[in-house]
């Protein structure tokens, strides 16, 4: 067992609905989250931008000894993850793999759609990821650069929110998807939006939850689980200011945050 803390980091605020997730599944772990909010968005930065940037969040996670690291971006799984996973001796995962392996188990007509960053998209690696899992899946991803700042700035469930998701949606909804990828931990804001364009049919897959899942078999399987009896803790840390995070935050976690927030220059690491 071990009980030195779980680390998780975004572009943004987006990775509360995978800590959201652990706190679900693993409710006695300590938490250590980061949010680029100074730097946010990753989707619309160069690949070496977005190496460099996850190189320094994790080095600040690192600083907190931490047992596991969850990159619960988009972005910077499918960007820079293939690129650092051999620098660091820590157990690091993305949330490509997970949701990728949760859709091909979920599909019935193989035909899958990923909404992303549009470097997410760009990066192939949802495609890639798939294709390998079964050359005969048909993958149609859709870059929707307007998602993120939409909910970052609360109109998630807005008459906007559903016009951007009906054009966005638009070729996935025609290939007759009938799972679709949610390959930004900001899009399950968006669920009820999407959901009223795609239909009760279609399967909706939360790359954050699937990342807190597969976190947890590989913590289960290497003895890195917790063995406290007490509930988690856990410790906010963002790159701009502190203001208004907690409001907004709780819409990703679905409840108050409960914990310490705090700023942090992020370029010191």
């Known amino acids: ?11 943004g605020l987006g990775g509360l609905t995978c800590v959201r997730e652990v706190m679900n599944i693993m409710p006695n772990e300590d938490i250590i989250y980061f949010g680029d ?5 990753y989707g619309t930065r160069s690949s070496s ?36 996973t051999t620098e660091y001796d820590t157990d690091i995962i993305g949330v490509v793999d997970a949701a990728s392996k949760r859709a091909a188990a979920e ?18 690696k949802y495609a890639e990821k798939l294709k390998k899992l079964d050359p005969g899946f048909k993958v149609i991803s859709t870059a929707c650069p307007m998602f993120v700042p939409v909910v970052e700035n609360g109109y998630a469930d807005t008459k906007i929110a559903e016009m951007l998701a009906e054009e966005y949606l638009e070729n996935i909804v025609k290939s007759g998807a009938d799972t679709i990828i949610l390959g930004c931990t900001h899009y399950p804001l968006l669920r009820k939006t999407i959901r009223k364009i795609v239909g009760s049919s279609v399967t909706l897959i939360d790359s954050g939850a699937a990342a807190a899942d597969d976190a947890k078999s590989i913590m289960e399987t290497r003895g890195l689980l917790t063995d406290k009896a007490e509930k988690g803790r856990a410790k906010y840390y963002v790159s701009d200011t502190v203001h208004g995070f907690e409001e907004l935050g709780s819409l990703f976690l679905s409840k108050k945050i409960d914990g310490d927030v705090s700023k942090i220059d992020i370029e010191k690491y």
């Not at 909010?37 to 968005?41: A, D, F, H």
């Not at 994790?58 to 820079?80: E, Q, V, Y």
């Open 49 to 84: 931008t977005i190496v460099k940037y996850v190189r320094q969040d994790i080095n600040f996670l690192r600083s907190f000894d931490i047992k596991f690291i969850i990159i619960a971006c988009g972005t910077a799984s499918s960007a820079a993850l293939p690129h650092i």
């Open 107 to 124: 599909t019935k007509n193989g035909i899958i759609g990923v909404l992303g960053t549009r470097g997410t998209v760009n990066s192939g």
């Open 1 to 11: 067992m071990d009980n030195r803390p779980i680390g998780i980091f975004d572009s």
């Open 37 to 41: 909010t100074g730097r946010v968005p």
